[in-house]
């Protein structure tokens, strides 16, 4: 360590904006394809836009940071091609300037192939506009000039000025020039502002500076005092940051030191950088904040420009940095893998630091912990109490109808035990969950018009469903969101029934009143009064219009419960309480507590209730507005988009599933333990996989329900894009080996059990792994298969041994797929001896089936497994 004065201490002085001790990080939208570089912002679209190693540029929306989607290029397909944003080429977009001043949006852009772009957006979602060259043409050299003339190296980054009103000028640093430039905007002229083309470092006149590989820069003009403007700029190779002031056409050094490749916070004459390279400013604090994202260290800092201290906004410091694991939770312990870009967002008036973790591929967000204390935000370890219900350790996910059609809500009937699901358009499906058999029940076209199911009656996109049999009759209620009413369908014989109107007048509004005029915004979920007995009303959230609804079928009248239509996250009497985009909700009662509507606050990541006898509003987890995922206490649990909730009554005080909409991932809040856990999924990792816990994946979670059957507990969604999945509570896994237990109706029809193995025990340590060799034999012309078709089998492939074995998929590998009889030999990592013994004495069927997600319609059954070599593999080597 170098012998400097010691460590900052925050007690000195009062630290602003982002600092590790009190924030914590998030990862948010979907992993990359390649590595991640820098971003830009657009506070009008609330966009995030980043460049890629794959020479593409992605969004991201923040207030609804599931996907990053491509906005421009091909991935993979390196070039240099102007014209639309669908036809664009680029070659490694860098830094980029977002410019909102003549209305429309302008992103400037820098690129490793050498070259200054300009993207004219006229709307991101659909992706229209034109990219055009302002100068650079693909060959590297240092020549100043016109748009045709010009040359670069490497340019990094490109920040427009003035700050405010229309550009006239780009300041841009040529890293491997080792010169930063200017271009005029209305000439397209480039000329050197500092630098000399040497490497080194030189304070003094811009004109004789040396620098070394100028990258990240940002530009502050004091509010004070006008045309006082100063440009600083990070040196990854100098170990700086540095300051070149635009008036005195000066360059000075801000803090780090040329010579010490370190790790040191505190006042600038002492702090050490470790590859200091993307810079942006947080301009709504005066003096401004700088934060730099350090290449080599994976950590994020802060540099305040009115105490001039340096702080560590994120991130472990690593001098490794070769596979540092993707690690969220509090910002003092999470990781990062090289963190290529940074940049501050305020919303809702909370400022947030979003980090690009290159080679983790994933955008991750530093929030501040603003509503409790630092030491409450701990890292999730093992629960030291016990976990009833359905848990990570006892859940087995399975796939009772898989489609790649988008569902929203779930109901069942329990005398038939059938379930029925809405879809996006205005479908109405019934499942029948013991054979998988879905029927449509709806017509397929949009619309609005009430009687019969199987001719007159349409839908537009129905949302919360409910099925009734308290009246002697099957009643099903629906909100559809795209007519604005509540409808009610009585089954007749079969699927057909007679739709009505029951509340709504088809128009959008918010009036309360006899159900002929009471009016809606956007219907979302039912919940049903009381939980038990003759029905009596509906509880309706309205996401969109900020509001609860009561339907009161006794006297035909729906009342406001809870909200005013203005978004907010104020607790206390529901006269004057605000909620922010309520999506699901549930009754719960308590002998303590009596009657609650608990409910997911979709846009303000929290969890809430209403008590209806004091109605009383309280958040009971989750921080409005701070968005993240964070098991443990519900003082200190964070959420992403929390979308339904399902009730296990079982119990009292009783359990809450809660399902997230782009986290992807179902999580349980124990009422009696106020405790929240997985219960299935991982994060951010979008797949339709079945499996136990934690080794399933979803894709989006929409509605939930709980069910209990002859003591059976199990919990149905509707994953989007990926149909009806079914969690049931099924034996826990053992903490002594990472086997699994699969229920019943998963066990294959020829188990290892019913025909012992004749080999010798193996002895092995449950933490060894054993890789081997993994040979199947297929009738098919896998050679005669599109690509697609190929792709399709051989994720099938690993998916039925993963699932067979009850492990994650990662595990197996397809090594080569030799033609004729077409033999796919793979490569599996065997951790136990319990899994070597279940696969050596496996015949295929027990293996490639429905029960594991293998399509036998398509491909078969193979007529051959085994170890090693297999005798048809040994006859095509002959």
């Given at each position: 360590t170098p012998s400097v004065s010691a460590p900052y201490s925050a007690t000195a002085t009062v630290a602003r904006g982002i600092i590790a001790r009190y924030s914590v990080v998030n990862t948010v939208g979907t992993k990359g394809s390649d590595n991640g570089r820098y971003f830009a912002y657009d506070d009008k679209t609330q966009t995030l836009f980043s460049g890629w190693e794959d020479h593409v540029i992605r969004t991201l929306y923040l207030p609804d940071p599931c996907e990053l989607e491509i906005l421009s290029g091909r991935k993979d397909r390196k070039g240099w091609v102007d014209g639309s944003l669908t036809l664009a080429r680029f070659d490694k977009p860098y830094g980029m300037e977002v410019d909102r001043s003549s209305g429309e949006l302008v992103i400037y852009l820098c690129e490793g192939g050498d070259t200054i772009r300009r993207l004219k957006i006229a709307n991101v979602e659909n992706k229209?506009?034109?990219?055009?060259?302002?100068?650079?043409?693909?060959?590297?050299?240092?020549?100043?000039?016109?748009?045709?003339?010009?040359?670069?190296?490497?340019?990094?980054?490109?920040?427009?000025?003035?700050?405010?009103?229309?550009?006239?000028?780009?300041?841009?640093?040529?890293?491997?020039?080792?010169?930063?430039?200017?271009?005029?905007?209305?000439?397209?002229?480039?000329?050197?502002?500092?630098?000399?083309?040497?490497?080194?470092?030189?304070?003094?006149?811009?004109?004789?500076?040396?620098?070394?590989?100028?990258?990240?820069?940002?530009?502050?003009?004091?509010?004070?005092?006008?045309?006082?403007?100063?440009?600083?700029?990070?040196?990854?190779?100098?170990?700086?940051?540095?300051?070149?002031?635009?008036?005195?056409?000066?360059?000075?050094?801000?803090?780090?030191?040329?010579?010490?490749?370190?790790?040191?916070?505190?006042?600038?004459?002492?702090?050490?950088?470790?590859?200091?390279?993307?810079?942006?400013?947080?301009?709504?604090?005066?003096?401004?904040?700088?934060?730099?994202?350090?290449?080599?260290?994976?950590?994020?800092?802060?540099?305040?420009?009115?105490s001039k201290q340096v702080h560590r906004a994120a991130g472990r410091f690593n001098s490794e940095t070769n596979n540092i694991p993707r690690v969220d939770g509090p910002a003092t312990i999470a990781s990062f893998e090289y963190i290529s870009g940074v940049i501050p967002v305020m919303r809702w008036g909370v400022t947030k630091l979003?980090?690009?973790?290159?080679?983790?591929?994933?955008?991750?967000?530093?929030?501040?912990?603003?509503?409790?204390?630092?030491?409450?935000?701990?890292?999730?370890?093992?629960?030291?109490?016990?976990?009833?219900g359905i848990s990570s350790d006892?859940?087995?996910?399975?796939?009772?109808?898989?489609?790649?059609?988008?569902?929203?809500?779930?109901?069942?009937?329990?005398?038939?035990?059938?379930?029925?699901?809405?879809?996006?358009?205005?479908?109405?499906?019934?499942?029948?969950?013991?054979?998988?058999?879905?029927?449509?029940?709806?017509?397929?076209?949009?619309?609005?018009?009430?009687?019969?199911?199987?001719?007159?009656?349409?839908?537009?996109?129905?949302?919360?469903?409910?099925?009734?049999?308290?009246?002697?009759?099957?009643?099903?209620?629906?909100?559809?969101?795209?007519?604005?009413?509540?409808?009610?369908?009585?089954?007749?014989?079969?699927?057909d029934g007679e739709a009505t109107t029951i509340a709504g007048t088809g128009q959008e509004g918010q009036a309360d009143g006899d159900f002929s005029s009471s009016s809606f915004t956007d219907p979302r979920d039912l919940e049903v009064y009381p939980i038990t007995g003759k029905i009596q009303g509906f509880y309706i959230t309205e996401e969109m219009g900020h509001k609860i609804r009561y339907l009161d079928l006794t006297i035909n009248v729906t009342n406001t419960l809870l909200g005013n239509g203005t978004a907010g996250s104020i607790d206390g009497p529901a006269s004057r309480a605000l909620i922010n985009s309520p999506t699901g909700g549930a009754l719960v009662e308590t002998s303590s507590a009596g009657l609650e509507y608990y409910f997911t606050s979709h846009q303000a990541h929290a969890i809430r209730k209403i008590r209806l006898d004091t109605l009383e509003v309280v958040t009971i987890t989750g921080?409005?507005?701070m968005d993240g995922y964070l098991d443990g206490p519900i003082s200190s649990a964070l959420f992403v988009h929390p979308e339904d909730l399902a009730v296990d009554r079982t119990f009292d005080p009783p359990i809450l599933y809660i399902g997230t909409w782009c986290?992807?991932?179902?999580?349980?809040?124990?009422?009696?333990?106020?405790?929240?856990?997985?219960?299935?999924?991982?994060?951010?990792?979008?797949?339709?996989?079945?499996?136990?816990?934690?080794?399933?994946?979803?894709n989006y979670i929409a509605g939930m329900l709980f069910d209990v059957q002859n003591g059976h507990k199990s919990l149905y969604l509707m994953d989007r894009g990926r149909g009806v999945r079914k969690i049931a509570r099924v034996t826990p896994m053992p903490t002594a080996t990472p086997t699994v237990t699969r229920s019943p109706s998963l066990t294959p029809t020829s188990s290892p059990s019913s025909a012992p193995s004749t080999k010798a025990p193996i002895t092995r340590s449950p933490s060894e792994t054993a890789t081997k060799k993994f040979v199947a034999v297929f009738s098919i012309d896998y050679f005669g298969f599109t690509l697609s078709q190929k792709r399709a089998f051989e994720e099938n492939f690993v998916q039925a041994i993963a699932?067979?074995?009850?492990?994650?998929?990662?595990?197996?590998?397809?090594?080569?797929?030799?033609?004729?009889?077409?033999?796919?030999?793979?490569?599996?990592?065997?951790?136990?001896?319990?899994?070597?013994?279940?696969?050596?004495?496996?015949?295929?069927?027990?293996?490639?089936?429905?029960?594991?997600?293998?399509?036998t319609v398509n491909y078969g059954i193979p007529t051959e497994i085994c170890f090693g070599e297999c005798s048809a593999s040994r006859e095509k080597q002959n």
């Amino acid at each position: 360590t170098p012998s400097v004065s010691a460590p900052y201490s925050a007690t000195a002085t009062v630290a602003r904006g982002i600092i590790a001790r009190y924030s914590v990080v998030n990862t948010v939208g979907t992993k990359g394809s390649d590595n991640g570089r820098y971003f830009a912002y657009d506070d009008k679209t609330q966009t995030l836009f980043s460049g890629w190693e794959d020479h593409v540029i992605r969004t991201l929306y923040l207030p609804d940071p599931c996907e990053l989607e491509i906005l421009s290029g091909r991935k993979d397909r390196k070039g240099w091609v102007d014209g639309s944003l669908t036809l664009a080429r680029f070659d490694k977009p860098y830094g980029m300037e977002v410019d909102r001043s003549s209305g429309e949006l302008v992103i400037y852009l820098c690129e490793g192939g050498d070259t200054i772009r300009r993207l004219k957006i006229a709307n991101v979602e659909n992706k229209i506009g034109d990219v055009s060259t302002l100068g650079g043409a693909r060959n590297e050299a240092l020549v100043d000039g016109g748009s045709m003339t010009s040359r670069f190296n490497n340019p990094k980054w490109a920040r427009k000025y003035p700050l405010q009103g229309p550009p006239n000028i780009l300041y841009i640093t040529d890293q491997d020039n080792n010169v930063i430039r200017m271009m005029d905007l209305s000439s397209r002229e480039t000329s050197r502002v500092a630098g000399t083309g040497a490497r080194g470092y030189v304070d003094g006149p811009s004109a004789t500076a040396v620098l070394h590989q100028p990258a990240g820069l940002v530009l502050y003009e004091s509010p004070s005092a006008s045309g006082n403007l100063q440009m600083y700029f990070t040196e990854p190779k100098n170990q700086m940051i540095r300051m070149l002031d635009l008036t005195t056409k000066v360059v000075t050094s801000i803090a780090g030191t040329s010579t010490i490749k370190s790790f040191w916070d505190g006042p600038f004459s002492s702090a050490f950088f470790y590859f200091p390279l993307a810079m942006e400013i947080d301009r709504n604090v005066d003096p401004p904040l700088l934060y730099v994202g350090e290449w080599e260290a994976g950590v994020a800092r802060q540099l305040d420009l009115g105490s001039k201290q340096v702080h560590r906004a994120a991130g472990r410091f690593n001098s490794e940095t070769n596979n540092i694991p993707r690690v969220d939770g509090p910002a003092t312990i999470a990781s990062f893998e090289y963190i290529s870009g940074v940049i501050p967002v305020m919303r809702w008036g909370v400022t947030k630091l979003y980090a690009m973790d290159r080679k983790n591929r994933y955008v991750r967000e530093v929030a501040p912990i603003a509503t409790a204390s630092p030491s409450s935000i701990t890292a999730t370890s093992s629960p030291s109490y016990t976990l009833n219900g359905i848990s990570s350790d006892n859940s087995d996910v399975t796939s009772l109808h898989p489609t790649i059609r988008s569902g929203r809500y779930l109901s069942i009937d329990h005398e038939t035990r059938l379930i029925y699901s809405t879809w996006d358009g205005g479908a109405i499906r019934r499942l029948d969950p013991a054979s998988g058999t879905q029927t449509l029940m709806t017509q397929r076209d949009k619309g609005y018009a009430d009687g019969s199911l199987a001719s007159a009656a349409r839908f537009t996109d129905i949302h919360g469903i409910h099925v009734d049999r308290s009246n002697e009759q099957v009643d099903i209620y629906v909100a559809s969101q795209g007519n604005k009413v509540i409808r009610k369908i009585r089954l007749g014989d079969g699927i057909d029934g007679e739709a009505t109107t029951i509340a709504g007048t088809g128009q959008e509004g918010q009036a309360d009143g006899d159900f002929s005029s009471s009016s809606f915004t956007d219907p979302r979920d039912l919940e049903v009064y009381p939980i038990t007995g003759k029905i009596q009303g509906f509880y309706i959230t309205e996401e969109m219009g900020h509001k609860i609804r009561y339907l009161d079928l006794t006297i035909n009248v729906t009342n406001t419960l809870l909200g005013n239509g203005t978004a907010g996250s104020i607790d206390g009497p529901a006269s004057r309480a605000l909620i922010n985009s309520p999506t699901g909700g549930a009754l719960v009662e308590t002998s303590s507590a009596g009657l609650e509507y608990y409910f997911t606050s979709h846009q303000a990541h929290a969890i809430r209730k209403i008590r209806l006898d004091t109605l009383e509003v309280v958040t009971i987890t989750g921080f409005p507005n701070m968005d993240g995922y964070l098991d443990g206490p519900i003082s200190s649990a964070l959420f992403v988009h929390p979308e339904d909730l399902a009730v296990d009554r079982t119990f009292d005080p009783p359990i809450l599933y809660i399902g997230t909409w782009c986290r992807s991932v179902l999580r349980r809040l124990d009422l009696s333990t106020m405790q929240v856990d997985l219960v299935a999924g991982r994060s951010y990792e979008r797949k339709s996989i079945d499996g136990r816990g934690e080794l399933s994946r979803f894709n989006y979670i929409a509605g939930m329900l709980f069910d209990v059957q002859n003591g059976h507990k199990s919990l149905y969604l509707m994953d989007r894009g990926r149909g009806v999945r079914k969690i049931a509570r099924v034996t826990p896994m053992p903490t002594a080996t990472p086997t699994v237990t699969r229920s019943p109706s998963l066990t294959p029809t020829s188990s290892p059990s019913s025909a012992p193995s004749t080999k010798a025990p193996i002895t092995r340590s449950p933490s060894e792994t054993a890789t081997k060799k993994f040979v199947a034999v297929f009738s098919i012309d896998y050679f005669g298969f599109t690509l697609s078709q190929k792709r399709a089998f051989e994720e099938n492939f690993v998916q039925a041994i993963a699932n067979f074995l009850g492990t994650d998929r990662r595990r197996i590998k397809i090594d080569k797929i030799t033609p004729g009889s077409t033999i796919v030999e793979s490569k599996l990592k065997i951790i136990t001896a319990v899994e070597y013994d279940k696969i050596e004495n496996a015949v295929p069927e027990d293996i490639f089936n429905g029960a594991n997600g293998f399509n036998t319609v398509n491909y078969g059954i193979p007529t051959e497994i085994c170890f090693g070599e297999c005798s048809a593999s040994r006859e095509k080597q002959n």
